[in-house]
T-cell receptor
Framework: GQQLNQSPQSMFIQEGEDVSMNCTSS?????WLWYKQDPGEGPVLLIA?????ELTSNGRLTAQFGITRKDSFLNISASIPSDVGIYFC???????????????FGKGTKLSVKP | DGGITQSPKYLFRKEGQNVTLSCEQN?????MYWYRQDPGQGLRLIYY???????QKGDIAEGYSVSREKKESFPLTVTSAQKNPTAFYLC???????????FGDGTRLSIL
């Protein structure tokens, strides 16, 4: 099936640091979504992107839909302890109908607090 | 409050047993989805339904079955044919296909 490459797999944050993660694919996507998942809970939608080049913010979070439509990044500025968790990117392939409207998920970036 | 409710939170299955996971939404969404999540993995699609009385297999449908008799309900049955059922199961819905999906809080299934 289709693959999304999400990196880094994990990272440690210190309060106040900026964080950056990205997703890339060989396929062109119609939509990019970013989710955050806390342990034992379902993913929560953070940001949705619909147009190539689009830059969208949600508080301290900023995400961009890559110009080539094959990548997206998420930045977290001035991180705080409650930012820890797993962040997933998800892309929807171009076209509708059949399975085209379904999401493809990256494997996640796990944010932990620096010891 | 509008949302997606999954139950139970934890479920145990004996060998050879079928178990059913519940998913209910009161968001009036047309599309519903079931995913399986294993440690360190992304979400893998089991089944999806774009409208009542219709559903399609996802990437890993073997050993699972679903029904969509009502718009708000999309139960998943893990059958005895699923040899490795231990996982975290997530249900999601979207207003229609292709729109952002919203998730329930999951059911963790374990083998006794």
């Amino acid at each position: 099936g289709q693959q999304l490459n999400q990196s880094p797999q994990s990272m440690f944050i210190q309060e106040g640091e900026d964080v950056s993660m990205n997703c890339t694919s060989s396929s062109i996507f119609n939509t990019w979504l970013w989710y955050k998942q806390d342990p034992g809970e379902g993913p929560v939608l953070l940001i949705a992107l619909y147009k190539a080049g689009e830059l969208t913010s949600n508080g301290r979070l900023t995400a961009q839909f890559g110009i080539t439509r094959k990548d997206s990044f998420l930045n977290i500025s001035a991180s705080i302890p409650s930012d820890v968790g797993i962040y997933f990117c998800a892309g929807q392939l171009s076209g509708y109908g059949g399975s085209q409207g379904n999401l493809i998920f990256g494997k996640g970036t796990k944010l932990s607090v620096k010891p | 409050d509008g949302g997606i409710t999954q139950s139970p939170k934890y479920l145990f299955r004996k060998e050879g047993q079928n178990v059913t996971l519940s998913c209910e939404q009161n968001l009036n969404h047309d599309a519903m989805y079931w995913y399986r999540q294993d440690p360190g993995q992304g979400l893998r699609l089991i089944y999806y339904s774009q409208i009542v009385n219709d559903f399609q297999k996802g990437d890993i449908a073997e050993g699972y079955s679903v029904s969509r008799e009502k718009k708000e309900s999309f139960p998943l049955t893990v059958t005895s044919a699923q040899k490795n059922p231990t996982a975290f199961y997530l249900c999601a819905s979207s207003i229609w296909e292709g729109q952002p999906q919203h998730f329930g809080d999951g059911t963790r299934l374990s083998i006794l």
